[in-house]
């Protein structure tokens, strides 16, 4: 297992300066405590050993209360952290025998989509996952994890040969959406996103979806049709980001907190709208201080859904996805009031035919009235 290196002076929680976010100002200065302490210690001038203990147990009490209670815009923060894991440090972390897979068969390689055979736990699985990369040459080559239309081909594809061979589908979205500049227009990346949103809904195989931090717009959907739909904690989805609503509503970016607040975009929130399965826990302080434990809840999480996947029947499979779609969106009265029941197909379609009944009636009234008139 490899990832970014978490030990610090101040204990597994710290980080190095640059990477606190504004809202962990307060941890910043309780490290740099801790790290002058540990300085004079080393120098033998004073023993601070009971004050850094002291001071260690404040800062792991501070982190606990701050990512506790975390704002729509903090998540956002969280999700977007530079040293958070990506879908390539889980690839090295669970997933073993990586053989990656290039090109879509008709324009090219999209390296902002990672796909390839892999195997986590006791499955052999197809592997798809959003390529953000590290450094500056990588995420320009693989467009900040913008992928343009080949990227959803390329994923597709190889979908459709994990349905082929009988191998479960595992992707990890981390994206802030779909690249939109004239090429990706121009090689059709609306139809490329409709036709894998359309293809994955009949997939004759297990597919589990996880956002493991950004998760954009067309861009995330494309990849994240599934018959399991996870979130780690800190993760969020939304139709938009919020700089984007913001600057439509507001005609401002400055409004970005209040617009992160009113897409609710984090994984409690699209818990209770029932848009995602379930909440996979990150350690206390985010992902990117902890990526082994995250990794391995991530692991677990993946191995439980494959093996609970196996056991319907393909029909049943396919069935049942297609009825969770169905299921998604739900329909609030006044704040305060209870969520009203999920209407159910018989509801539609009788509210349908009672609707049509009611035109009806009325045109015929009307003609009536007309007819009476030129009498």
Known sequence: MSSEPTVRSAGADALSPGSFLDFEKPLQRIQHDIEEMEREQREGTRDHSADIRQQRARFRAMMKRLYGNLTPWETVMVARHPKRPLSTDYLRMIFRDFCELHGDRTFGDDKAVMTGFARIGGHKVMFIGHNKGKEV????????????????RKALHKMKLAE?????????????????????????????????????ARLRTPV???????????????????DRVAMLQHAFYSVISPEGCAAILWRTAEQRKH?????????????KLDLIDEIIAEPVGGAHRHPEKTAANLEKFIVTSLNDLKRPTLETLVRRRHERIRRLGSFFEEPGEKTKKKPTDGDRSTRRSTSRTTRLRSRISDREKVTAQVE
């Open 137 to 152: 040459k990588e995420r320009i080559a693989c467009n900040f994890g913008c992928a343009h239309p080949e990227g959803y």
């Open 164 to 200: 082929k061979y009988g191998l479960p589908i595992v992707s990890l979205i981390d994206t802030q959406g779909a690249y939109p500049g004239i090429g990706s227009e121009e090689r059709g990346i609306a139809s490329a996103i409709a036709t894998n949103l359309m293809e994955m």
């Open 259 to 271: 617009a992160a607040e009113a897409l609710r975009l984090t994984s409690r929130e699209l818990s």
């Open 208 to 226: 589990v979806c996880i956002v493991i931090g950004e998760g954009g717009s067309g861009g995330a959907l494309g990849v994240g049709v599934g």
